[in-house]
């Protein structure tokens, strides 16, 4: 029997771009307990489920790993389990559009498992936008048709199709000689212009022109294999016109083509992998690190009742301020606990976060950093400083503190461990062109995980000389704390600038 929680939504992941998944595809997303995705879905869009369990169901042209069945019966298997759960199927373009959701669709009906479908965007008409091609043009195209590239699904028929103004072939790369020889056959003029696109609307976008004729010949000399969207037709001459995507860099698309791994927490903010979009960067959001409680919360807590004899108080990251509310909150206390002790915040990104409590740092060093923090605090000898941090506290900070006289306390708000990549994260992870770094601890982690040959643009000198201290030699520091500076930083790595390493 299934439980009335089941429930199964067959998602449109649209063309690649992660911009053009629709609104319901993702709330449906948000909502899942679990989600299966393909090899056409931007894994991206995994962002917008981070409470789900994520599976990879990846199937690529002749080689699939897993066959259809057995994705129909994965779909119903989680569905059921658990007492029923909601299972997100995201899928490459549209559902239906040579998608075989229907037969995922016909799955649910077989067991009683009620459903949705998300349509997505068809790379059918998104790859050809995206290439200049529109597939209707008035005087030049008043119809288009869709059509399998894939010999295996039968006889094409490519003579009901003369009066068809376009065509556009999906999954034909592989047979493309074979399809232009019999489209030709069918009537159509070899010098009919055409157009492949291979991975459409995303950073790896490349287009081949050609004629009917012609087309299979340059797309093999170009290399281009799947995915790829071809276009038949009058419209393919437009390109030359139309052509907008393929932007160089000083039009605001530097990281055009380039992948770009941020290495956030689970729950980080993605504000930093929007801002790196918008340069034109395929981005992998990948989380090294995760936050968990303090091994002891009660000593913490006894020291935020009682701060009396504390003179300074110091917050080296965003989530310390996090935790330190967190705490107070749990005592029921606010930010008024904090009266008549004096607050260091290690950068303006801390700072920020304090603002954002209603506090305002009373000190700031000049350049962001815990070693600077701890030179730079006007503090005076024989003052106590507490130190609100995780288990893995800078020794710089106390080392200086101490080195000037002041008594160093330390308090544990939270602890950081590492997260661990799914196999799927990783293999892109390591495949990144640019990795950014926000912290001493994802350079740590990122070195066990995947080793140190990666361009690492690095958030603050503390972070650049964690990083380079553990083997990384390509390292770009961000002129400010800033996320703008960050992206700046990586799309001046991507382009070959890379910063000497400091002695």
Known sequence: MTSSRAFVSLIGAGPGDPGLLTLRGQAALAAADVVLFDYLANPELLRHAPQAQTIYVGKKGFSEYISQEQINALIVSEAQKNGGQRVARLKGGDVFVFGRGSEEAQACVDVGIPFEIVPGISSAIAAPAYAGIPVTHRGDARSFAVLTGNTQEGSAHYER?????????????????TIASDLIKAGRHPGTPAATIQWGTTPQQRVVSGTLSSIAEEVEKAGLEAPAVTVVGEVARLRDQLKWFESPAELGHPLLGKQVAVTRTRDGSSALADLLRSKGANVLEVPLIRFEASSAPQEVRARLRDLSGVDWLLLSSNQAVSALFAHLDELGLDARALCGVKLGAVGPSTARSLEEHGLKADFMPSTPGAKHLGTELPAKAGETVLHLTSQLAEAELQDALEARGLTYQRGELYRTVPAVPSENELERLKAADVVTLA????????AQLAGTHFKVAAMGPQTADAARALGFEQVRVASTASLEALVEAAAELAGGLIEEPQA
């Open 161 to 177: 199709l003369s009066g068809v103004d376009t065509l556009v072939l999906l999954m034909g790369v592989r047979n493309l000689g």
């Open 439 to 446: 912290s001493g601890s994802a350079a740590r982690h990122l």
